[in-house]
């Protein structure tokens, strides 16, 4: 079954997302690579993970022809290995900087607001809407939602990465580190820190208040009771916190280099 497509138009060019039956978006790699200024595809695509392209029939004059697809975390990632490449035209780095705002600001949230995405909410706010599903579906345990659909709604509409996701991201920019290895990072940033209780990570409120930080809600059901039980929220890495972390590594490197010289 071929998935909705939203026809986007970025400086004169198309860029073709589509919608697959949960709402989450496919960019089409052609039409990314051409912005990023790739001759072809594959050269960008054959940088990214298995989990961040796929293939999807994408409408067309000629019919239904199955194309390369970006997930969301997947357009991320090839715009941060463009941007941290050797890119020495001025106006190329421009538009991929113009590219990637105009994503964030323009084509998620369009998509979000007519797709099964919700609109973003602050902490208590979404604590409390999933409290008030709780309740509501606890009067309902024969009918209760898988988890993916749950989790669907709880997402937050601002491109964030887990951080797993954000490692992977940052070792593709040239900066290798593991999940473990960021985790650590942030919390020498003071962005996380580990629970005393349960040994888990944590955000805090001043990484979420400075935009380096989001958390997304978690939940399971109960294998006995079908009961939906909360579980500590997911740390996230906003796009802006993969920014600052690239640019502190970047000037991290030129002290070490001028170090080296005198």
Same mark, same amino acid.
């Given at each position: 079954? #071929?998935? &909705?497509?939203?026809? %986007?138009? %970025?400086?004169?060019?198309?860029?073709?997302?589509?919608?697959?039956?949960?709402?989450? $978006?496919? %960019?089409?790699?052609?039409?990314? &690579?051409?912005?990023?200024?790739?001759? +072809?595809?594959?050269?960008?695509?054959?940088?990214?993970?298995?989990?961040?392209?796929?293939?999807?029939?994408? $409408?067309?004059?000629?019919?239904?022809?199955?194309?390369?697809?970006? #997930?969301?975390?997947?357009?991320?990632?090839?715009?941060?290995?463009?941007? +941290?490449?050797?890119?020495?035209?001025?106006?190329?780095?421009?538009?991929?900087?113009? %590219?990637?705002?105009? +994503?964030?600001?323009?084509?998620? $949230? *369009?998509?979000?607001?007519?797709?099964?995405?919700?609109? $973003?909410? #602050?902490?208590?706010?979404?604590? =409390?809407? =999933?409290?008030?599903?709780?309740?509501?579906?606890?009067?309902? +345990? *024969?009918?209760?939602?898988?988890?993916?659909?749950?989790?669907?709604?709880?997402?937050?509409?601002?491109?964030? =990465?887990?951080? *797993?996701? &954000?490692?992977?991201?940052?070792?593709?920019?040239?900066?290798?580190?593991?999940?473990?290895?960021?985790?650590?990072?942030?919390?020498?940033?003071?962005?996380?820190?580990?629970?005393?209780?349960?040994?888990?990570?944590?955000?805090?409120?001043? &990484?979420?208040?400075?935009?380096?930080?989001?958390?997304?809600?978690?939940?399971?059901?109960?294998?006995?009771?079908?009961?939906?039980?909360?579980?500590?929220?997911?740390?996230?890495?906003?796009?802006?916190?993969?920014?600052? =972390?690239?640019?502190?590594?970047?000037?991290?490197?030129?002290?070490?280099?001028?170090?080296?010289?005198?």
């Amino acid at each position: 079954m #071929t998935a &909705a497509i939203v026809p %986007f138009t %970025f400086s004169d060019q198309p860029v073709r997302v589509i919608t697959d039956e949960q709402g989450e $978006p496919w %960019f089409v790699a052609t039409d990314v &690579a051409r912005i990023l200024g790739y001759s +072809v595809a594959k050269d960008m695509t054959r940088h990214l993970d298995d989990d961040e392209k796929g293939g999807r029939p994408v $409408p067309t004059p000629g019919g239904d022809q199955e194309m390369t697809v970006l #997930t969301e975390a997947g357009l991320y990632a090839a715009i941060l290995q463009r941007q +941290v490449g050797r890119i020495d035209d001025e106006r190329r780095r421009t538009i991929i900087a113009n %590219f990637k705002r105009w +994503v964030t600001h323009t084509v998620l $949230p *369009a998509i979000r607001k007519t797709g099964s995405y919700v609109a $973003p909410m #602050t902490d208590r706010e979404r604590a =409390l809407a =999933l409290a008030h599903e709780v309740i509501a579906l606890n009067d309902r +345990v *024969a009918e209760l939602e898988p988890r993916a659909l749950v989790a669907d709604k709880l997402l937050t509409a601002d491109g964030d =990465l887990s951080v *797993a996701d &954000a490692a992977k991201a940052l070792t593709r920019a040239g900066i290798k580190v593991g999940e473990r290895r960021l985790f650590a990072a942030l919390a020498d940033r003071r962005w996380v820190y580990r629970d005393r209780g349960d040994g888990r990570w944590r955000v805090y409120q001043s &990484a979420i208040d400075g935009g380096w930080m989001t958390v997304l809600p978690q939940s399971h059901y109960h294998p006995k009771t079908g009961v939906l039980v909360l579980d500590p929220p997911q740390p996230r890495v906003t796009p802006k916190g993969l920014e600052r =972390l690239l640019s502190d590594h970047g000037a991290a490197e030129r002290r070490e280099s001028l170090a080296v010289s005198a």
